[in-house]
């Protein structure tokens, strides 16, 4: 069995590096690197020449919250099949760490072969006038026009809501799917599940433009392609991530340290995040030492 790791990096090299080094077999690596991202030649060429990595991009200049990091991610997974041909695709961030040994990463795959991991929650579009989690879709989000996260970049955004909001200026519904689903972008998935999703964007491209100007359309478009392609049929409603969403060491999700070791090593899931320095160094040292030793 194969399996293609896609990896979204924007800083912190040396521990994109480290996180590829725990791919040692079975794994073929794609790492797209945002393309405003400060990264030296010498930093990129040390990911780029190691054995398990097969391709590193650096197409888009990914913004959060923006229709960017859904279209780095397409990219990913369109250019990782082609290459190839694996039976899982995982998509994780340059902030993840794995918290289970690589054979027991493979194993358990193996044994449940077949299934998708994604988490989703199921939003009907007749709720649309009412339901403010379609507020998302109901207006335009330019969050690839500005670092949204910013104080200047969020109060342009805030005030283009505003002006719309004031006006009555909302977007049409989304007529193309009864039901929307949304969850953590981060998923593990199967070839032919790949192909299908591949397949839809191609043949069927009006849902995939809707989600431009959409706040983070990467939390919805592959749940709702599948999930409606397959009416939940092996998939499987949990990420394999273990994701803290207490807004702790500066962060919501949490940016994780060493005082949540012991929940890692309690939890069934098989990568965590979000690992951010100076907060993760302990912790990773420790996750080295114990937990995905070989």
């Not at 791919?23 to 060429?45: M, N, Q, S, W």
């Not at 007529?175 to 929307?180: N, S």
């Not at 939940?232 to 807004?247: A, D, H, S, T």
Request: glycine share 4%; proline share 3%.
């Amino acid at each position: 069995m194969k399996h293609a790791i896609l990896i979204l990096a924007h800083k912190d090299f040396d521990q994109v590096r480290h996180l590829i080094e725990y791919f040692v077999r079975d794994c073929y690596v794609y790492v797209h690197i945002d393309k405003k991202a400060a990264i030296t030649p010498e930093e990129l060429h040390s990911i780029d020449s190691m054995p398990q990595v097969r391709a590193v991009y650096r197409k888009f200049d990914v913004h959060w919250g923006g229709f960017s990091i859904l279209q780095a991610e397409l990219w990913l997974v369109e250019h990782s099949y082609q290459d190839s041909y694996a039976d899982y695709y995982h998509l994780i961030s340059g902030q993840d760490y794995p918290i289970k040994p690589i054979e027991a990463f493979l194993h358990f795959f193996e044994e449940n072969m077949g299934m998708d991991y994604i988490e989703y929650k199921a939003y009907k579009t007749n709720n649309w006038e009412q339901d403010s989690f379609f507020d998302r879709f109901r207006y335009f989000f330019r969050y690839d026009d500005v670092e949204g996260r910013s104080p200047s970049g969020r109060y342009y955004i805030d005030e283009q809501i505003r002006l719309q909001v004031s006006r009555g200026q909302t977007r049409e519904p989304i007529h193309t799917f009864d039901t929307i689903y949304k969850g953590s972008q981060w998923m593990s998935i199967t070839n032919i599940s790949v192909h299908n999703i591949l397949e839809y964007s191609s043949s069927c491209p009006s849902f995939l433009n809707r989600l431009k100007y959409t706040f983070a359309p990467e939390e919805s478009y592959f749940h709702t392609v599948l999930l409606n392609m397959t009416g939940g049929k092996n998939v499987y409603n949990n990420c394999l991530r273990y994701i803290r969403w207490r807004g702790e060491n500066g962060n919501n999700p949490s940016n994780l340290g060493i005082e949540h070791f012991k929940e890692l090593q309690l939890s069934d899931a098989i990568f965590a995040r979000k690992m951010e320095f100076p907060y993760c160094n302990e912790l990773i040292k420790k996750i080295d030492e114990t937990l995905i030793t070989h």
